[in-house]
């Protein structure tokens, strides 16, 4: 017999019982923002991921277009692209893991949390979707400032009911990143073998690299120890600065977040063991929010682990940085609750 050809949406071919109708076992994943600069990169990784059935890729603008781009890769996942917010809904619906890289990026001058006058409404806006459509989606908020964009999130999610602190999930791996790269630089090493714990938040001070606990165990002069804070606090600013008014990092945020969300994925899908640094809901610190290790499993950040002993260093800089945590996240909070 014939096979039972259709027209799919657009012009595509396919058989009526093709798998791109209900997806191969896996996780359908959503990225609000893919058509940007982190979003693009972004895309291509989570379409090579084999955990990903499903791809569905938002922007208010070109998400045909990547879509297109995107979809050709003879890779498992079903690509399919939503533009503009009356498909916003569409995007959202199903969804098991949704991440947020919508919004404007710095340019030289600028701090994070310059961008919050832009960036808390659409980051309001793409949560009251989530939280309407796939309320029990773990989310990875990249957007910045990230410090008070999830609490702006876990707002948006109180005030429609659905608010589960172990979902929300902001992403700092970029720091991990970083701090993992520019430490195994110091020591010699390859940085696939170096594991830097940072804590805090996503900006300047707020960013707290814990040199003292870097695996494997190994230990800094003071001027290593200013030299290597200081680099991983400012590596955004190094990015933005090289960028020159273009941007700020992308492809190495595209790197970071798709190894962050494949730990999520794998949480999901009750991988044991599953460790990385988010900034999350806490009770690490007298702070309602903050970045450290967390155990990802089958419902998200299931445990929040401790800081773990630090020396005076990184004593000093927990204070400052709190102080300034402090005040981001009450930002956040005032944005939706005034
Ligand atoms: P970009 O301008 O290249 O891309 C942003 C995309 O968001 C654009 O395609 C834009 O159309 C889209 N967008 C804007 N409003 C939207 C809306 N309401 N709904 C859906 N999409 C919308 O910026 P970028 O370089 O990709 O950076 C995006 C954000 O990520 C910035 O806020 C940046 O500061 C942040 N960032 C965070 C980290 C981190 O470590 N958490 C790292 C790098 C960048
Ligand atoms: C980063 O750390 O690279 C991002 O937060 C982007 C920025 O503005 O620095």
Same mark, same amino acid.
């Given at each position: 017999n014939?096979?039972?050809l259709?027209?799919?949406?657009?012009?595509?071919?396919?058989?009526?019982?093709?798998?791109?109708?209900?997806?191969?076992?896996?996780?359908?994943?959503?990225?609000?923002?893919a058509?940007g600069?982190?979003?693009?990169?972004l895309?291509? !990784?989570m379409?090579?991921?084999? +955990?990903?059935? %499903?791809?569905h890729l938002?922007? /208010?603008v070109?998400?045909? *277009?990547?879509?297109a781009?995107?979809?050709?890769?003879?890779t498992?996942?079903?690509?399919?692209?939503?533009?503009?917010?009356?498909?916003?809904?569409a995007?959202?619906?199903?969804?098991d893991l949704?991440?947020?890289?919508?919004?404007?990026?710095?340019?030289?001058g600028?701090?994070?949390?310059?961008?919050?006058?832009?960036n808390?409404?659409i980051?309001?806006t793409l949560?009251?979707?989530?939280a309407k459509c796939?309320p029990n989606?773990?989310?990875?908020?990249?957007?910045?400032p990230?410090n008070?964009?999830?609490?702006?999130?876990?707002?948006v999610?109180k005030?429609?009911?659905?608010y589960?602190p172990k979902? !929300?999930?902001?992403?700092?791996? +970029?720091d991990? %990143?970083?701090?993992?790269?520019? /430490?195994a630089?110091?020591? *010699?090493?390859?940085?696939?073998?170096?594991d830097?714990?940072?804590?805090?938040?996503?900006?300047g001070v707020?960013?707290?690299?814990?040199?003292?606990q870097?695996?494997?165990?190994?230990?800094?002069t003071?001027?290593?120890t200013?030299?290597?804070?200081?680099?991983?606090?400012d590596g955004?600013?190094?990015?933005?600065?090289?960028?020159?008014?273009?941007?700020?990092?992308?492809?190495?945020?595209a790197?970071?977040a798709?190894?962050?969300?494949?730990?999520?994925?794998?949480?999901l899908?009750?991988?044991?063991?599953?460790?990385?640094c988010?900034f999350?809901?806490?009770?690490?610190?007298?702070?309602p929010?903050?970045?450290?290790?967390v155990?990802?499993?089958r419902t998200?950040?299931?445990?929040?682990?401790?800081?773990?002993?630090?020396?005076?260093?990184?004593?000093?800089g927990?204070e400052?940085?709190?102080q300034e945590l402090?005040?981001?996240?009450?930002?956040g909070?005032s944005?939706?609750?005034?």
């Amino acid at each position: 017999n014939p096979p039972n050809l259709q027209m799919a949406e657009g012009s595509v071919l396919e058989r009526s019982n093709c798998r791109a109708k209900g997806g191969a076992p896996g996780f359908k994943v959503a990225i609000l923002g893919a058509a940007g600069g982190i979003g693009q990169p972004l895309a291509m !990784l989570m379409k090579m991921n084999p +955990l990903v059935s %499903v791809l569905h890729l938002y922007d /208010v603008v070109n998400a045909p *277009g990547v879509t297109a781009d995107i979809s050709h890769m003879d890779t498992g996942a079903v690509v399919r692209g939503f533009l503009g917010q009356s498909q916003l809904e569409a995007a959202l619906t199903g969804m098991d893991l949704v991440i947020i890289p919508a919004g404007i990026p710095r340019k030289p001058g600028m701090t994070r949390d310059d961008l919050f006058k832009i960036n808390a409404g659409i980051v309001r806006t793409l949560c009251e979707g989530i939280a309407k459509c796939c309320p029990n989606a773990i989310v990875n908020l990249i957007s910045n400032p990230v410090n008070s964009t999830v609490p702006i999130a876990a707002e948006v999610f109180k005030k429609a009911g659905t608010y589960d602190p172990k979902k !929300l999930l902001g992403v700092t791996s +970029l720091d991990v %990143v970083r701090a993992n790269t520019f /430490v195994a630089e110091v020591l *010699g090493l390859d940085p696939r073998e170096v594991d830097v714990p940072v804590v805090g938040g996503h900006a300047g001070v707020t960013i707290l690299p814990l040199l003292s606990q870097v695996k494997p165990p190994c230990s800094f002069t003071q001027e290593e120890t200013e030299y290597l804070t200081k680099r991983i606090q400012d590596g955004g600013t190094e990015v933005v600065e090289a960028k020159k008014g273009a941007g700020s990092a992308t492809l190495s945020m595209a790197y970071a977040a798709v190894k962050f969300a494949d730990a999520c994925l794998k949480g999901l899908r009750g991988d044991a063991g599953v460790v990385a640094c988010a900034f999350v809901a806490s009770q690490v610190t007298e702070l309602p929010f903050f970045a450290s290790k967390v155990r990802l499993g089958r419902t998200g950040a299931e445990e929040v682990y401790q800081l773990g002993p630090l020396n005076e260093y990184e004593r000093i800089g927990l204070e400052k940085a709190k102080q300034e945590l402090a005040e981001s996240i009450q930002k956040g909070v005032s944005f939706i609750r005034n």
